[in-house]
């Protein structure tokens, strides 16, 4: 059986370190051995046995198999920096255990119904071939949807390039990881590497660095003594720990805006699970996600909705400059594709079109990284004003956007099924609030107010039907609306549908409004009144 991870949420923060030249020594030391062992354990024989264990990566993985030699010299390593070092390793194999195992029960469907049968009817026969029975009796998933669908496209890709003889390739032979990013974890140190203390505004700190890049001996280690300065806000957060003293740091380095590169210690704590919130009476956020709408909702009570919709939406300097990002990317791409046509005395130019674009994916990610955070932060302060109990958004981790539509298939996977829904999640235990996840389909072409298929019209006073227009109406009640808000209030109407029993949302039960356009009595007031950072704006709109 895999490890059992503790039911204790943890929450990480980072600390800038002052600038060493040491601590580029220890990166370029630790990431070559880690890289290197990696490379001497890469076999299904030490996937499967790390997979199955219960113990942490460095109690399977014996320290004295880390071994470093630079130049042909062997390299000194201090005991607990191999350790952590096996523990970095370790995990990186132990992740490629489920993925591997999904792979051979991928292939052996595939093998059955044949390459040339279609993704969805795969998927859905390894999740239903593929099931666990727990200690209840119950049968669970082995695998998530996701995964499968990863691991689908890529034995066709393999079979596209490789032939039938593809399948006589073990799993270890098709893929192979590689340590890009410093990721060392001190949690199998005991003190030897490094020591901190915290007391509510700093944590004092010791740790150990190599004095020169091939360092021999133990002599050539030392230690460094240095504090870091813990700001208030996050001071207010880690107030509300079950110990006052954090876990095991890791050591990250991360490019910073301008591109200077910086290195981090990521502290976690542990906090107590917040108790859900439980009224007399369930007060729902249901959101709806999108692109330059980041974010179309309302509130909910009783099966009635009591809020005019809110949308969260990029001004459009911003979203231009999204735009641009993509552009220069897409020109990059080309350059590199007409570059390597070329002769190989073009290779520089290959090179440096390579390094242009990859500092492009970095600032895009940044970017999204940025608007992800503030969004939640927005998401969750409206829920907590209006005194919700739960949210509820749609689960796009499956959803597989129409063929022709790569544009909004990126912008999907970058915002909206990336971190937007990891965040809400950890920031609703936060909060005592309930995470509610539904099916997307069909959320903006049924009417919520009398449940009838609607039609995509260009506009409120033009009822022309148009396939990419963004306005709805129904054609049986005359009920007309913007399609991101439909959508959020036919979001709520799915968190009470059990797909088992109901097929679609036009058996579900209406959402009544307000009543001859009267408030409810716990409607905020209306009008363009919050302003939030990061260029984005909350816009109160009329239902």
Known sequence: MPRKKKNIPTKSYQFKLPRDERLQWFQALTTKAAQQLLDKLWSEEWINQLGKSNLKAYKVIN??????????????????????????????????????????????????????????????????????????GKTYKRYKKMLIRQTIEMIKNLFQRLGKGFA?????????????HLAFPYSPDDGQTIQYTYDEEKINFKLKLPKTLEPKSKNDWQWIVSELAIPEKIQEKIAGAISSQPLKPTLHKKKLKGGLECFFLLFPWEFKNQPKRNDSKERVLAIDKGLKKVATMAIFEDGKQISKPITIKLVGSQYRHIERIYDHIAGNQHQIASQKKRRESKQIGVEAYQEERRRLYEKRNRLGEELAHTTTNILIQIALDWNCTKIVIEDLRDYKPP??????????????????????????KEQGLTLQKVCPWNTSSHCPRCTAKGVKVLGPNNLIENKRAHWFHCPHCGFSADRDYIAAINIYRASFIDYKEIKSLKDTSPVPYMDSGIPHPTVLGGGSEMNCANKLVTVTGNG
């Not at 195992?101 to 009817?121: A, P, V």
């Open 63 to 136: 320290e004295a198999q880390v071994e470093l030699e630079l130049n042909r010299q062997k390299i000194y390593l201090p005991s607990r920096i191999r350790r952590g070092t096996a523990e970095w390793a370790g995990r990186i194999i132990r992740g490629q255990y489920k993925r591997k195992n999904c792979y051979y029960d991928c292939l052996e469907i595939i093998n059955w119904l044949g390459i040339e049968t279609e993704d969805s009817k795969l998927i859905a026969i390894v999740m239903q071939y593929c099931r666990d029975t727990g200690k209840d």
């Open 168 to 180: 006589a390739f073990r799993y270890i032979d098709l893929v192979k990881p590689e340590i890009q």
């Open 403 to 428: 063929r022709g539509r790569r544009s909004w298939s990126r912008r999907l996977s970058q915002w909206l099924r990336g971190r937007i829904a990891f965040l809400l999640e950890y920031k609703c």
